[in-house]
């Protein structure tokens, strides 16, 4: 068997400069967070709006006097309401983790 050396991948990554850290904590999260909401719940409208379009129904009547009753779908209404639904709840997600890092403020203390 022949033992060779693994790479590691360290020699691929730059080495750590000093400097100042960048802050998490920035109050105008909290602007980015509601602006977030509010896209959130017209994405939400927008897609039960397309749910609601994308149905019809077709009712035929015959002339032995029977009534035909069949529903249509709208496959890109439907899809729409699909991504619609989903943008709203990421945007949801992403405005949770916005307002959690802006609420979630620690002051340091002074470094001696």
Same mark, same amino acid.
């Not at 802050?23 to 509601?34: F, I, N």
């Given at each position: 068997?022949?033992?060779?050396?693994?790479?590691?991948?360290?020699?691929?990554?730059?080495?750590?400069?000093?400097?100042?850290?960048?802050?998490?904590?920035?109050?105008? #999260?909290?602007?980015?967070?509601?602006?977030?909401?509010?896209?959130?719940?017209?994405?939400?409208?927008?897609? %039960?709006?397309?749910?609601?379009?994308?149905?019809?129904?077709?009712?035929? #009547?015959?002339?032995?006097?029977?009534?035909?009753?069949?529903?249509? %779908?709208?496959?890109?209404?439907?899809?729409?309401?699909?991504?619609?639904?989903?943008?709203?709840?990421?945007?949801?997600?992403?405005?949770?983790?916005?307002?959690?890092?802006?609420?979630?403020?620690?002051?340091?203390?002074?470094?001696?």
């Amino acid at each position: 068997m022949i033992d060779l050396p693994q790479p590691t991948g360290a020699e691929l990554w730059p080495p750590d400069e000093p400097g100042p850290r960048a802050r998490l904590h920035k109050p105008w #999260r909290t602007l980015v967070a509601a602006v977030e909401v509010v896209l959130a719940v017209l994405a939400g409208w927008g897609a %039960y709006a397309c749910w609601h379009g994308s149905a019809a129904t077709v009712v035929t #009547r015959t002339d032995d006097g029977a009534v035909l009753e069949s529903h249509r %779908y709208f496959g890109a209404l439907l899809a729409a309401a699909i991504g619609l639904g989903t943008v709203a709840a990421l945007l949801l997600v992403d405005a949770v983790r916005q307002l959690s890092l802006a609420v979630r403020a620690r002051r340091r203390s002074p470094e001696d």
